[in-house]
Protein backbone atom coordinates (compact mmCIF):
# COMPACT_ATOMS: atom_id res chain seq x y z
CA UNK A 1 0.00 0.00 0.00
CA UNK A 2 2.62 2.19 1.01
CA UNK A 3 4.55 1.70 -2.39
CA UNK A 4 1.10 3.10 -4.05
CA UNK A 5 0.86 5.65 -2.26
CA UNK A 6 4.38 7.10 -2.69
CA UNK A 7 4.42 6.33 -6.53
CA UNK A 8 1.15 8.34 -7.10
CA UNK A 9 2.64 11.13 -4.90
CA UNK A 10 6.15 11.59 -7.20
CA UNK A 11 2.98 11.06 -10.34
CA UNK A 12 1.37 13.81 -9.29
CA UNK A 13 4.41 16.62 -10.07
CA UNK A 14 4.83 15.01 -13.17
CA UNK A 15 3.39 15.55 -16.91
CA UNK A 16 1.09 12.71 -17.80
CA UNK A 17 2.92 10.13 -20.78
CA UNK A 18 1.63 11.12 -24.45
CA UNK A 19 1.26 8.24 -26.95
CA UNK A 20 3.82 10.21 -29.31
CA UNK A 21 3.51 7.23 -31.69
CA UNK A 22 0.17 7.14 -32.04
CA UNK A 23 0.38 10.90 -32.74
CA UNK A 24 3.03 10.74 -35.53
CA UNK A 25 0.64 7.61 -37.04
CA UNK A 26 -2.54 10.21 -37.09
CA UNK A 27 -0.43 12.78 -38.54
CA UNK A 28 1.23 10.59 -41.33
CA UNK A 29 -2.51 9.30 -41.89
CA UNK A 30 -3.83 13.11 -42.40
CA UNK A 31 -0.89 13.21 -45.04
CA UNK A 32 -1.99 9.96 -46.95
CA UNK A 33 -5.51 11.18 -47.05
CA UNK A 34 -4.27 14.37 -48.81
CA UNK A 35 -2.33 13.28 -51.01
CA UNK A 36 -5.45 10.76 -51.76
CA UNK A 37 -7.96 13.50 -52.00
CA UNK A 38 -5.62 15.87 -54.46
CA UNK A 39 -5.52 12.34 -56.65
CA UNK A 40 -9.24 11.83 -56.92
CA UNK A 41 -9.03 15.52 -57.55
CA UNK A 42 -7.36 15.14 -60.24
CA UNK A 43 -9.16 12.23 -61.62
CA UNK A 44 -12.89 14.05 -60.70
CA UNK A 45 -11.90 17.49 -61.01
CA UNK A 46 -14.77 17.83 -57.56
CA UNK A 47 -14.05 21.18 -56.53
CA UNK A 48 -15.34 20.06 -53.11
CA UNK A 49 -12.38 17.48 -53.30
CA UNK A 50 -9.60 20.66 -53.37
CA UNK A 51 -11.57 22.23 -50.83
CA UNK A 52 -10.61 19.04 -48.44
CA UNK A 53 -7.22 18.99 -49.49
CA UNK A 54 -6.80 22.75 -47.98
CA UNK A 55 -8.69 21.73 -45.12
CA UNK A 56 -7.15 18.19 -44.09
CA UNK A 57 -3.41 20.14 -44.15
CA UNK A 58 -4.87 22.69 -41.54
CA UNK A 59 -6.29 19.29 -39.72
CA UNK A 60 -2.68 17.91 -39.53
CA UNK A 61 -1.31 21.46 -38.90
CA UNK A 62 -3.37 20.88 -35.65
CA UNK A 63 -1.84 17.83 -35.03
CA UNK A 64 1.72 18.83 -35.31
CA UNK A 65 1.20 21.58 -32.72
CA UNK A 66 -0.30 19.23 -30.57
CA UNK A 67 3.10 16.79 -30.83
CA UNK A 68 5.01 19.90 -30.54
CA UNK A 69 2.92 21.05 -27.21
CA UNK A 70 3.59 17.62 -25.96
CA UNK A 71 7.30 17.69 -26.18
CA UNK A 72 7.54 20.54 -24.12
CA UNK A 73 5.58 19.30 -21.34
CA UNK A 74 6.66 15.21 -21.69
CA UNK A 75 9.88 14.33 -20.18
CA UNK A 76 9.74 10.90 -21.16
CA UNK A 77 9.37 10.06 -25.08
CA UNK A 78 9.80 6.75 -27.33
CA UNK A 79 12.27 8.44 -29.70
CA UNK A 80 14.56 11.99 -28.58
CA UNK A 81 12.37 14.88 -28.95
CA UNK A 82 13.82 16.39 -31.61
CA UNK A 83 13.87 13.33 -34.05
CA UNK A 84 9.92 13.36 -33.23
CA UNK A 85 9.52 16.94 -34.11
CA UNK A 86 11.68 16.81 -37.18
CA UNK A 87 9.45 13.42 -38.45
CA UNK A 88 6.44 15.83 -38.03
CA UNK A 89 7.93 18.21 -39.81
CA UNK A 90 8.89 16.21 -42.76
CA UNK A 91 5.27 14.75 -42.93
CA UNK A 92 3.90 18.41 -42.86
CA UNK A 93 6.19 19.51 -45.66
CA UNK A 94 4.51 16.64 -47.67
CA UNK A 95 1.35 18.12 -47.12
CA UNK A 96 1.67 22.14 -47.49
CA UNK A 97 3.45 21.09 -51.10
CA UNK A 98 0.05 19.00 -51.69
CA UNK A 99 -2.16 22.05 -50.48
CA UNK A 100 0.32 24.78 -52.87
CA UNK A 101 -0.15 22.60 -55.60
CA UNK A 102 -3.73 23.12 -55.41
CA UNK A 103 -3.66 26.73 -55.32
CA UNK A 104 -1.19 26.66 -58.41
CA UNK A 105 -3.69 24.57 -60.40
CA UNK A 106 -6.28 27.28 -59.39
CA UNK A 107 -4.75 30.20 -60.33
CA UNK A 108 -3.36 29.50 -63.26
CA UNK A 109 -6.69 27.43 -64.21
CA UNK A 110 -4.72 24.55 -65.29
CA UNK A 111 -6.35 20.66 -65.91
CA UNK A 112 -4.41 18.10 -64.67
CA UNK A 113 -3.11 16.34 -67.48
CA UNK A 114 -2.19 12.51 -67.69
CA UNK A 115 1.59 13.51 -66.56
CA UNK A 116 0.13 15.22 -63.77
CA UNK A 117 -2.16 12.13 -62.56
CA UNK A 118 1.15 9.81 -63.33
CA UNK A 119 3.00 11.57 -61.20
CA UNK A 120 0.59 11.91 -58.09
CA UNK A 121 -0.36 8.19 -58.49
CA UNK A 122 3.41 7.16 -57.51
CA UNK A 123 3.53 10.28 -55.31
CA UNK A 124 -0.03 8.61 -53.61
CA UNK A 125 2.51 5.19 -53.02
CA UNK A 126 5.37 7.02 -51.26
CA UNK A 127 2.76 8.27 -49.25
CA UNK A 128 1.27 5.32 -48.51
CA UNK A 129 5.05 3.93 -47.71
CA UNK A 130 5.68 6.44 -45.27
CA UNK A 131 2.54 5.65 -43.56
CA UNK A 132 3.09 2.28 -42.93
CA UNK A 133 6.57 2.83 -41.92
CA UNK A 134 5.40 5.67 -39.46
CA UNK A 135 2.96 3.47 -38.01
CA UNK A 136 5.86 0.79 -36.88
CA UNK A 137 7.52 3.27 -35.02
CA UNK A 138 9.67 2.75 -32.85
CA UNK A 139 10.01 -0.76 -33.82
CA UNK A 140 13.11 -0.50 -36.47
CA UNK A 141 13.48 -3.90 -38.46
CA UNK A 142 13.60 -5.21 -41.54
CA UNK A 143 9.39 -4.85 -42.31
CA UNK A 144 9.73 -0.72 -41.72
CA UNK A 145 13.13 -0.77 -43.86
CA UNK A 146 11.41 -2.37 -46.79
CA UNK A 147 8.78 0.29 -46.86
CA UNK A 148 11.12 3.30 -46.17
CA UNK A 149 12.75 1.74 -49.61
CA UNK A 150 9.16 1.75 -51.39
CA UNK A 151 8.94 5.20 -50.74
CA UNK A 152 12.54 6.21 -52.12
CA UNK A 153 11.99 4.19 -55.12
CA UNK A 154 8.49 6.58 -55.75
CA UNK A 155 10.35 9.78 -55.87
CA UNK A 156 12.93 7.72 -58.37
CA UNK A 157 10.05 6.88 -60.41
CA UNK A 158 8.58 10.65 -60.44
CA UNK A 159 11.36 12.51 -61.30
CA UNK A 160 11.29 9.42 -64.61
CA UNK A 161 7.51 10.83 -65.15
CA UNK A 162 8.34 14.28 -64.78
CA UNK A 163 11.87 14.60 -67.32
CA UNK A 164 9.35 12.64 -69.90
CA UNK A 165 6.52 14.77 -69.27
CA UNK A 166 9.13 18.35 -69.45
CA UNK A 167 9.69 16.98 -72.85
CA UNK A 168 6.56 16.57 -74.35
CA UNK A 169 5.34 19.45 -72.84
CA UNK A 170 8.66 21.89 -74.80
CA UNK A 171 7.22 19.83 -77.79
CA UNK A 172 3.87 21.83 -77.65
CA UNK A 173 3.20 25.46 -79.45
CA UNK A 174 1.16 27.37 -77.00
CA UNK A 175 3.92 29.18 -74.80
CA UNK A 176 1.43 30.17 -72.28
CA UNK A 177 0.02 26.69 -71.26
CA UNK A 178 3.64 25.54 -71.67
CA UNK A 179 4.80 27.88 -68.81
CA UNK A 180 1.77 27.31 -66.73
CA UNK A 181 1.87 23.40 -66.75
CA UNK A 182 5.93 23.48 -65.83
CA UNK A 183 5.13 25.38 -62.75
CA UNK A 184 2.74 22.87 -61.92
CA UNK A 185 4.97 19.62 -62.73
CA UNK A 186 7.48 21.17 -60.72
CA UNK A 187 5.47 21.82 -57.58
CA UNK A 188 4.44 18.04 -57.80
CA UNK A 189 8.14 17.20 -58.28
CA UNK A 190 8.52 19.18 -55.31
CA UNK A 191 6.04 17.33 -53.14
CA UNK A 192 8.00 13.72 -54.48
CA UNK A 193 11.25 15.60 -52.92
CA UNK A 194 9.13 15.91 -49.76
CA UNK A 195 8.32 12.15 -49.30
CA UNK A 196 11.84 11.12 -50.45
CA UNK A 197 13.55 13.33 -47.34
CA UNK A 198 10.79 12.13 -45.06
CA UNK A 199 11.90 8.57 -46.11
CA UNK A 200 15.54 9.47 -45.68
CA UNK A 201 14.95 10.67 -41.89
CA UNK A 202 12.74 7.60 -41.49
CA UNK A 203 16.09 5.47 -42.60
CA UNK A 204 17.91 7.74 -40.51
CA UNK A 205 16.17 6.95 -37.12
CA UNK A 206 16.23 3.07 -38.65
CA UNK A 207 19.98 3.23 -38.15
CA UNK A 208 19.82 5.26 -34.92
CA UNK A 209 17.34 2.90 -33.04
CA UNK A 210 17.69 -0.50 -34.15
Known amino acids: MSS ?7 DSF ?15 AKVLEGVET ?4 FESGDPALAERVRDIEHEADDIMME ?7 VFITPMDSEDIRMLSGALDQILNYCKNTVRELDIFQVTPDDCMKAIIREILDGARAIHEAVRMLPKM ?3 ISGHIKDAIKSERRVEKIYRIGLNDLFNGDDLKEIL ?4 VYRHLSNTADRVWEAA ?8 KYS
Not at 67 to 73: E, K
Open 180 to 183: KKRE
Open 141 to 143: DAD
Open 67 to 73: ISNQLAR
Open 200 to 207: NLLASLNL
Open 14 to 28: LPPRYPFQKALGRHS
Open 4 to 10: NRSTGFW
Open 38 to 41: LSLW
